[in-house]
């Protein structure tokens, strides 16, 4: 069972917008940067923000994030066949003295 | 460009060892922290262990903790994962992956297969 919740499913047509919510505590959320990553299907996880709101080059400013408390979002707007895979949240707990991943979200594009 | 090439998975029985390894390259190997985190079927990421930069601690998930050993040799730019006392449910895809010293993944190696049956 992960630490962080997220909704195991969302979906959109294209040109819609779309959130996924991660939901923590004080111990990861609350007091670390989150951090989102994008998994297109037969691939490696990939980092689509860090350290709260920064985006790493190639990342569309589409997608964007906010946090506030112990919760996070992500959200992306225009949607495109090609934002379809697994979004997972993650951050350093500092109870378990480890990364703590959301259990993902699978984004359809209907 | 950024390398992290991870090898060792195998299909091992319950109780076996195996160690992992995941030779980097196009960065300061040294300088940063090394993760390792697994993908087991059904897709749930699951954070397993990290070492830091200069090798002078670790961290484990609790269900890994007293069985892997997680270590790095900086003069060969490889971090390694050693795994004890297998299980079924270590079964998975293991990464390496560069971390940025506030517990995020930066880049990913493409993962190597474990496999745990009897």
């Known amino acids: 069972q992960s630490t962080l919740t997220q909704p195991p499913a969302a979906s959109g047509t294209p040109g819609q917008s779309v959130t996924i919510s991660c939901s923590g505590s004080?111990?990861?959320?609350?007091?670390?940067?989150v951090y989102w990553y994008q998994q297109l299907p037969g691939t490696a996880p990939r980092l689509l923000f860090y350290?709260?709101?920064q985006r790493p080059s190639g990342v569309p400013d589409r997608i964007s994030v906010s946090k506030s408390g112990t919760s996070a979002s992500l959200a992306i707007s225009g949607l495109r066949s090609e934002d379809e895979g697994l979004y997972f949240c993650a951050a350093w707990d500092d109870s378990l003295r480890g990364v703590t991943f959301g259990g993902g979200t699978k984004l359809t594009v209907l | 460009q950024v390398q992290l090439v991870e090898s060792g998975g195998d299909v091992v029985q319950p109780g076996d060892s195996l160690r992992l390894s995941c030779a980097a390259s196009g960065f300061t190997f040294s300088a940063y922290n090394m993760h390792w985190v697994r993908q087991a079927p059904g897709d749930v990421l699951e954070w397993v262990a990290v070492v830091w930069s200069d090798a002078t601690q670790t961290y484990y998930a609790e269900s890994v903790m007293g069985r892997f050993t997680v270590s790095r040799d900086n003069s060969e730019n490889t971090v390694y994962l050693q795994m004890d006392g297998l299980r079924a449910g270590d079964t998975a895809l293991y990464y390496c992956?560069?971390?940025?010293?506030?517990?995020?993944?930066?880049?990913w190696g493409q993962g190597t297969l474990v496999t745990v049956s009897s």
């Open positions: 992956a560069i971390g940025d010293g506030y517990g995020g993944l930066g880049f």
């Open positions: 004080n111990s990861n959320i609350g007091n670390n940067f």
């Open positions: 350290r709260g709101n």
